[in-house]
């Protein structure tokens, strides 16, 4: 990391970028309000950093061990801005700001009438944001891979169903990108990235996804340490994209957890990851229990413990869903859920600040 003096100019800074260019690194320039601050991507370990400390308008040089500097307080301190939280912006809706923000849709499209009018029902509801997966990771070939295994033809048009819903009721969509294939696709008609679970760890996707320089909300591995998870979210904000939205939806359980809840939530790791970063961070209440008579009660433990938002599986009828119908809630229990959040969160939000 190099830190700029505070009347350093830009040719001095360029001199600098260029210098560390050499070196095959890229850098990641952040402009405080006060100074400047390079950070370099890539093998610190070739850097003479005495070299670099010396050059006009330098302040100081030093290597960082940690794993995911970018992304991380600790960075963000150095530019002189105390940066306690970045807000992820998508049309009018703020994820990291004062509201929760509410993601809730079905676990799949399965066809228009369905998406549309969950919808509806879900915008009722107080939802912000419309989800719903066209290419879903499935444990089996043999169960239902989403809209998007079924050709592309109907990959395309249900991407074109999703964009006119989310139009139609004034809420940004999220869907997954589950390959390399389908990034130009969803980037086109998408307004928020999902990388799932089982892709945390494909650092290609994460590379190419970023470069479309939209909102990310990537979920955590459910074999992921937090450091593991952080480390990967650095792949993304490397590509100069900072827009990401973690999530927490669960780890594997230990024992025979797995008879009672499909995953372990993991809620200590919102407070500590909230330590180590400033980006927002939410939780998937529906992923992690596997069972919805479990996500009121973890959706209000999720925001006490300081996510900035849910993501949440509903249908208007859960027994007829394809995928997931066990965890799914009705739009009226959403809105429940909802209501209750928003209390938690008031109540909860000044101590969060204060520790
Ligand atoms: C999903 O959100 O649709 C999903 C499949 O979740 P995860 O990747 O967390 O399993
Ligand atoms: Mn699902």
């Known amino acids: 990391m190099i830190v700029m003096k505070t009347d350093a100019t ?17 850098v990641d320039v952040s402009k405080g309000r006060y100074k400047t601050v390079i950070g370099l991507i890539g093998d610190e370990r070739k850097i003479p950093f005495a070299h670099f400390a010396a050059l006009p308008g330098v302040k100081e040089a030093f290597g960082i061990e940690i794993r995911y500097k970018l992304i991380s307080r600790e960075y963000s301190k150095f530019s002189g801005e105390t940066m306690e939280r970045r807000i992820v912006k998508v049309g009018n809706i703020e994820i990291g700001g004062d509201e929760p923000i509410i993601i809730a849709g079905p676990c799949a499209v399965e066809s228009k009438e369905q998406l549309f009018r969950i919808a509806e029902e879900v915008k009722k509801a107080g939802a912000h944001i419309l989800r719903g997966g066209i290419f879903k990771p499935r444990s089996s070939v043999y169960s239902f891979q989403g809209l998007g295994g079924e050709g592309w ?9 999703l964009q006119k819903a989310g139009k139609m009721f004034d809420m940004p969509v999220v869907t997954e990108i589950r390959g390399e294939a389908q990034v130009d696709l969803v980037a086109e008609y998408a307004d928020i990235l999902q990388i799932g679970a089982r892709n945390m760890y494909n650092q290609d996707l994460l590379t190419k996804v970023a470069k479309k320089k939209k909102p990310v909300l990537f979920k955590r591995h ?5 450091e593991e998870f952080l480390s990967f979210a650095e792949y993304i904000a490397a590509e100069g994209n900072k827009d990401i939205i973690l999530c927490e939806r669960g780890i594997i359980p230990i024992g025979k957890g ?4 499909r995953y372990t939530l993991d809620l200590a790791a919102v407070p500590a990851i909230q330590k180590e970063t400033y980006l927002p961070i939410i939780v998937d209440p529906s992923h992690a229990m596997g069972r919805r008579d479990l996500i009121f009660n973890m959706s209000c433990a999720a925001i006490a413990a300081g996510a900035s938002g849910l993501m949440v599986e509903v249908h208007y009828n859960p027994a007829e869903a394809l995928v997931d119908g066990q965890q799914m809630i009705t739009p009226d229990e959403l809105k429940d859920v909802i209501d209750v959040c928003r209390r938690i969160n008031k109540m909860t939000m000044p101590g969060r600040n204060k520790s």
């Open 153 to 161: 033809e109907e990959a395309v048009g249900a991407s074109q169903w």
């Open 222 to 226: 459910f074999g992921a340490s937090i």
């Open 10 to 26: 830009q040719e001095q800074i360029d001199q600098v970028i260029k210098e560390v260019k050499k070196y095959r690194l890229r």
């Open 258 to 261: 797995k008879e009672y809840t």
